[in-house]
């Protein structure tokens, strides 16, 4: 039997933050910054980046969580929020620069061997990124999170079977790709 004290405390966290006791916010924040991180960076791949995402996420958070409706868990309702200003970011990225990723074509002789089985995978790493929005995301919260499918999909507003549609369409994609 699973133990819903914790589930509990944090009702009551989110209550008294609801009731703008910074106190609470304060512990909110302390207890999710690095789950947000880890988020953020997972999606970036940049530290900065990801720190910028967290800041955001922090900042936006004592207005945003008026919208928690407790359906989901809270974590799941938090990576929705941090997903979204990961893809705020990344658009204003892209309306900033307006270029294509600037990644550095070192001839392959002058790797060592350790340093090629990381190159496949940023490259593959590249490719998930690069898909359409809906696989990217059905690829990277089950795989790289590690998230279930059902998990994805109540993430992404959608069905499970929906998720593993995007899943598919995603691996297909990249066969080609890679």
Not at 92 to 111: F, G, I, K, N, P
Request: aromatic share 6%; glycine share 4%; hydrophobic share 45%.
């Amino acid at each position: 039997m699973r133990d819903i004290r914790p589930e509990m405390e944090e009702q009551a966290l989110l209550a008294r933050v609801r009731a703008g006791d910074a106190a609470a916010f304060e512990a909110l924040v302390a207890a999710h910054y690095r789950y947000v991180f880890r988020i953020a960076y997972r999606w970036l791949g940049h530290e900065s980046d990801a720190e910028d995402v967290t800041q955001t996420v922090c900042m936006r958070l004592p207005q945003a969580i008026r919208s928690f409706d407790g359906r989901a868990a809270f974590t799941s309702w938090l990576y929705k929020v941090t997903l979204n200003a990961v893809r705020d970011l990344q658009r204003s990225q892209q309306r900033r620069t307006r270029l294509a990723d600037a990644v550095a074509v070192v001839a392959e002789d002058s790797h060592p061997p350790d340093q090629e089985d990381a190159l496949r995978v940023a490259d593959i790493w590249r490719a998930v990124l690069a898909l359409p929005d809906k696989q990217r995301d059905a690829v990277m919260l089950v795989h790289a999170e590690g998230l279930s499918q059902a998990e994805a999909a109540q993430i992404m507003g959608c069905k499970e079977v929906t998720v593993a549609w995007h899943i598919h369409k995603a691996r297909k994609t990249l066969r080609g790709v890679l």
